[in-house]
Nanobody, 115 residues
């Protein structure tokens, strides 16, 4: 079993920044995909950013230029740097890490952007 532990969420003012972390532990595996998703109340879960092995990062249009996904392979950790946050970024953010026979999700962390 692979467990993902998220951290870094919280309350921030519009224009502020947050850095989310997602650390994987448990079974040893090769990471093929890392992604961040979010879900706001009453809305469907959407992909925010992702990294696929052998390819570059992918971003939703709504966050392009403001968010950056990165990883630390030695620590099996994926990060989401969020800058210039907007009210519409408010959501629960979930990390997802995939490998061969692995598809694991974090517990979710709340990000609230409000004055």
């Amino acid at each position: 079993q692979v467990q993902l532990v998220e951290s870094g969420g919280g309350l921030v003012q519009p224009g502020g920044s947050l850095r989310l972390s997602c650390a994987a532990s448990g079974s040893i595996f090769t990471i093929l995909y890392m992604g961040w998703y979010r879900q706001a109340p009453g809305k469907q879960r959407e992909l925010v950013a992702s990294i696929t092995s052998g390819a570059g990062a992918n971003y939703a249009d709504s966050v392009k230029g403001r968010f950056t996904i990165s990883r630390d392979n030695a620590k099996n950790t994926v990060y989401l740097q969020m800058n210039s946050l907007k009210r519409e970024d408010t959501a629960v953010y979930y990390c997802n890490i995939r490998g061969a026979a692995v598809n694991s999700w974090g517990q979710g962390t709340q990000v609230t952007v409000s004055s």
